[in-house]
């Protein structure tokens, strides 16, 4: 069994930052690429960035300059550091991981953390 926990979310101002998590447990072989989606109310799911388990990284236009994607393999975790937030930026955050359990692999979400950017 495999899961994915994210957090670190909260209510911020505009301008503010969070820093999200997002920890893999279980019996993991490996784990390749993993990324950030989130989902605001009354819209679709969006991709907000992806790092490759060799640390290349890729960001939606919207969130490049602002947001920065890590991972600390070791620890099977992954971040998202959020500075400049905007209300825009108010959605449930999601991460997602490609993870192989006995050499097979899967694409894995986990169960969301809310961000919300207000004054």
């Known amino acids: 069994q495999v899961q994915l926990v994210e957090s670190g979310g909260g209510l911020v101002q505009p301008g503010g930052s969070l820093r999200l998590s997002c920890a893999a447990s279980g019996s993991i072989f490996s784990i390749n690429a993993m990324g950030w989606y989130r989902q605001a109310p009354g819209k679709e799911r969006e991709w907000v960035a992806t790092i490759t388990s060799g640390g290349s990284t890729n960001y939606a236009d919207s969130v490049k300059g602002r947001f920065t994607i890590s991972r600390d393999n070791a620890k099977n975790t992954m971040y998202l550091q959020m500075n400049s937030l905007k209300p825009e930026d108010t959605a449930v955050y999601y991460c997602?991981?490609?993870?192989?359990?006995?050499?097979?692999?899967?694409?894995?979400w986990g169960q969301g953390t809310q961000v919300t950017v207000s004054s």
């Open positions: 997602n991981a490609f993870i192989g359990v006995a050499g097979i692999f899967n694409a894995y």
